[in-house]
């Protein structure tokens, strides 16, 4: 096995630069946002409601899928590194936090060693 250790970051864009990172991933435009339902915006992706939203989009356990064979491409790699995985959404509290506990969890079923952070997670909802 050639990558070391994979680390995913979930982050939202509205607070800040995204994390450098190999691979980024930005479900701003293309994935529903439960930020738009009222009973879902004070939540996160730390609430089952978010993830049973997030995780029931279309399109969503397939770009995780991709995500982990990407994954798996830079394992195949000739040199050992660590790998950096970087997940973004607005606000970084619903889709990409949902997402990267998803894709880190499945990463994780190989035996590679995963960290995941979520840098955002914690913070205030955004009004756009």
């Not at 992706?45 to 989009?57: N, S």
């Not at 040199?79 to 959404?89: D, I, K, R």
């Amino acid at each position: 096995m050639s990558v070391t250790e994979i680390r995913v970051i979930s982050f939202g864009y509205l607070h800040g630069a995204p994390p450098e990172a190999h691979l980024t991933l930005d479900l701003r435009r293309h994935f529903r946002d439960p930020h738009v339902d009222p009973a879902l915006r004070e939540l996160s992706a730390a609430d089952l409601p978010v993830r049973r939203a997030v995780m029931g989009t279309p399109g969503i356990r397939e770009t995780i899928t991709a995500a982990a064979l990407l994954a798996d491409a830079y394992d195949a790699g000739p040199s050992e590194a660590p790998l950096t995985v970087a997940v973004g959404c607005a606000g970084g509290r619903h889709r990409a936090a949902t997402v990267a506990m998803a894709l880190a969890r499945r990463l994780g079923k190989t035996g590679t060693t995963v960290h995941l952070t979520h840098r955002d997670l914690a913070k205030p909802v955004v009004d756009r």
